[in-house]
C-alpha cells in the first residue's frame, strides 16, 4: 500500500450533482493492489479521517501540491507530432500540404517506434494517462505505439487508419504483399489481426479507424461495420463534421444518408465506445442520433481553432444530451496540455454566450479532460470496466501531481483564489506542462515518470 498527503481533486461519481469537484484541502490518497494486481484507489478523502483508519501507513507527504485525475485525451493523432503548428488554408489543404506526406513516413518500424517513444512521452509529460489515437494507415505505426504504451503501461487505445482513397498512395493503406488481397480487403484483415494481438492486452484497446468518409470507399466502411458488430467491446474512431468543404465532400460521396453523420451509422458505426472527433457542424437530428446510439463526441477547440473549422456547440450538446469530451487533436490541435485544451474549450464555448452554460465552469471543463472523457470511452467503472480519469475507490491509479507554484504568476495568481473554481481556472488559464510535477501509471510496479 502507498499512501500520499497532499490536497487532492476528484469528481463525484454519476449522478447528482452533475460532474461536480470535490476538493480535499489536506487529503489523503491511499493506493494498492486489486484482485488483478491493478493499483487501483484504495480510499481516498480527508486527511485527519483516514490516518486513523490506516495507522500502519506512512504517507509521502506533498506539501502545497494537488493530486489529480490523470487527464484523458480522446481524440489525438499519433503520427502528427511533427506537423503541429503547420499552417494552411482550411482541413483539406492542411491534409494535402502537411499531414499525408508526414503520415507517409510511418510506414518504418524504425521511424515508427522513434516517433513512439517521443508522443508517449510528451503525453505523459502533459499528465495525459489516457488517449484514443490515431495511428497511420501502416500496421507499422500500430505495432510501434502499442507496443511503447504497453512498455510505459499506459491506458492507450489506438487502430490501424483505414484509408483507401484520396489520398497520395504511401499514405493509404497497402494491399498483400503478393497480391492475394487488395488495399481494402487488406486493411479489414489487419484490422482484425491487430484486434487479436493487442486488444485487452494489459491497458491496451483496440479501436476501428476509418479515417473519415471521404478516405474510405464504401466496400471500407462496410467491413469497418462488420467488424464493429463482431467485436462489440473495441472502440470505434473517426472524423465528421468539422469543415465546410469536407462534409460538402462526404455528402456527395454518400448522398444517400440523410446527413455526413448518419454516413456512419448506416455503416454500422454508430454505438456505445464509438468517438467522433469534431461535431462542429450538426444539427438536432445528429445530436439524437450521437445520443440514441450511445456515441461520444470529442471536441477539439484548438484544432478547430487552428484550422478555422468552426465552434463545437455545447448549448446544442447539453439541449440534446449526448456524451462528450476534451480532446487535443495534435497536430491539427496546437498543443499536447490539457490546460491548454480546456482554455481553448472556454474561449469557444463562450462565443455566442451571454452567460456561461454549465459546460464552461471551471469543474465541468476539468471533468470534460478526465471523469467525462473516460465515461465517453466507457471506462467509467460500470459493468466491472476499468474506471480512470477520476480517483475514486476502485479508479484505476493513473494521478498527476500538480504544483501551483510552478511559474511565478501560477503561485502569484494562485495564492490569491479564494474558491475551488478560481483556483481550477488560475491553472486552466495560466498552466502547461511545468504544472505537471509528476505523473503516476497505476501498475504493479507503480511506475512514476517524473519531469526531468
Ligand atoms: N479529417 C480526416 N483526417 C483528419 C486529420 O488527420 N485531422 C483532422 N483534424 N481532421 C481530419
Ligand atoms: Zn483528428
Request: charged letters at 20%; glycine letters at 8%; proline letters at 6%.
Amino acid at each position: 500500500m502507498k499512501a500520499y498527503r497532499a490536497a487532492i481533486l476528484r469528481f463525484t461519481p454519476e449522478g447528482e450533482p452533475r460532474h461536480a469537484a470535490i476538493f480535499e484541502e489536506d487529503g489523503l490518497l491511499l493506493v494498492g493492489p486489486d484482485a488483478n494486481g491493478m493499483r487501483v484507489v484504495q480510499a481516498v478523502g480527508p486527511y485527519r479521517e483516514l490516518r486513523q483508519q490506516w495507522p500502519d501507513v506512512v504517507p509521502e507527504h506533498l506539501p502545497g501540491r494537488i493530486i489529480a485525475p490523470g487527464f484523458v485525451d480522446l481524440h489525438i493523432h499519433f503520427p502528427q507530432t511533427n506537423v503541429i503548428g503547420a499552417a494552411a488554408d482550411g482541413l483539406l489543404p492542411w491534409l494535402e500540404q502537411h499531414t499525408f506526406p508526414e503520415e507517409k513516413r510511418f510506414s518504418s518500424p524504425e521511424y515508427s517506434a522513434r516517433e513512439a517513444t517521443f508522443f508517449t512521452a510528451e503525453l505523459l509529460r502533459n499528465g495525459v494517462t489516457t488517449a484514443l489515437a490515431f495511428a497511420s494507415s501502416h500496421t507499422e505505426s500500430v505495432n510501434a505505439l502499442f507496443a511503447e504504451a504497453r512498455r510505459k503501461n499506459m491506458r492507450l487505445i489506438t487502430g490501424l487508419c483505414l484509408m483507401d482513397r484520396n489520398a497520395p498512395p504511401e499514405a493509404l493503406n497497402r494491399g498483400a504483399s503478393d497480391g492475394a488481397f487488395d488495399a481494402t480487403e487488406q486493411s479489414l484483415i489487419d484490422s482484425e489481426a491487430l484486434i487479436d494481438k493487442w486488444h485487452g492486452k494489459g491497458r491496451l484497446g483496440y479501436a476501428i479507424t476509418p479515417r473519415f468518409a471521404p478516405g474510405c470507399s464504401d466496400a471500407q466502411l462496410r467491413g469497418a461495420g462488420a467488424l464493429a458488430a463482431q467485436y462489440p467491446e473495441v472502440w470505434i474512431q473517426s472524423h465528421v463534421a468539422e469543415n465546410r468543404e469536407e462534409i460538402k465532400w462526404a455528402r456527395q460521396l454518400f448522398p444517400a444518408s440523410r446527413s455526413y453523420l448518419a454516413t456512419y451509422f448506416d455503416f454500422g458505426l454508430l454505438r456505445e465506445r464509438a468517438v467522433y472527433a469534431h461535431c462542429v457542424h450538426i444539427d438536432d437530428a445528429d445530436r439524437a442520433l450521437l445520443r440514441d446510439s450511445g456515441a461520444a463526441a470529442a471536441i477539439c477547440p484548438t484544432s478547430n481553432l487552428f484550422l478555422g473549422s468552426g465552434f463545437f456547440d455545447y448549448a446544442g450538446a447539453d439541449r440534446v444530451g449526448f456524451r462528450y469530451g476534451l480532446a487535443s487533436d495534435v497536430g491539427a490541435g496546437t498543443s499536447f496540455s490539457p490546460f491548454h485544451t480546456m482554455l481553448a474549450a472556454y474561449c469557444v464555448g463562450r462565443e455566442g454566450q451571454t452567460k456561461a452554460g454549465l459546460s464552461l465552469s471551471p469543474q465541468h471543463l476539468w471533468w470534460q479532460h478526465t471523469a467525462g472523457a473516460a465515461q465517453a470511452l466507457g471506462l467509467d467503472g460500470k459493468e466491472g470496466r476499468p474506471a480512470v480519469g477520476n480517483l475514486l475507490p476502485g479508479c484505476e491509479a493513473d494521478f498527476v501531481v500538480l504544483n501551483p507554484q510552478a511559474t511565478p504568476l501560477l503561485a502569484r495568481r494562485t495564492a490569491q483564489a479564494d474558491s475551488l473554481d478560481q483556483l481550477l481556472f488560475a491553472m486552466i488559464v495560466l498552466g502547461d506542462d511545468r504544472l505537471i510535477e509528476r505523473t503516476v501509471i497505476s501498475q504493479e510496479a507503480l511506475r512514476t515518470i517524473c519531469q526531468p
